[in-house]
């Protein structure tokens, strides 16, 4: 007998699947890091605290930077 898949709080209602959410890279890092003007990345879209804590965040804290940054249009590659 195989084990259930492991779960998550998705805010409302019963734990959804941790495989529920969608594949994405380890990071949106695109190795283009500049923080010069402010403190959002100009490469990847994350702040300089969303960078320094990205190790240690959940997928679900993941996921909602990644939702954030691809709305914002990043990562970019040539800024």
Request: overall charge negative.
């Amino acid at each position: 007998m195989s084990a259930p898949p492991a779960e998550r709080d998705c805010g409302e209602g019963p734990a959804c699947p941790v495989d529920a959410l969608p594949k994405r890279p380890d990071t949106p890092c695109v190795a283009v890091c500049s923080t010069t003007f402010d403190d959002v990345c100009r490469g990847c879209g994350r702040t300089v605290i969303e960078v320094a804590h990205w190790v240690s965040m959940s997928a679900e804290q993941k996921e909602g930077v990644w939702l954030r940054i691809l709305a914002q249009g990043y990562p970019r590659r040539n800024t």
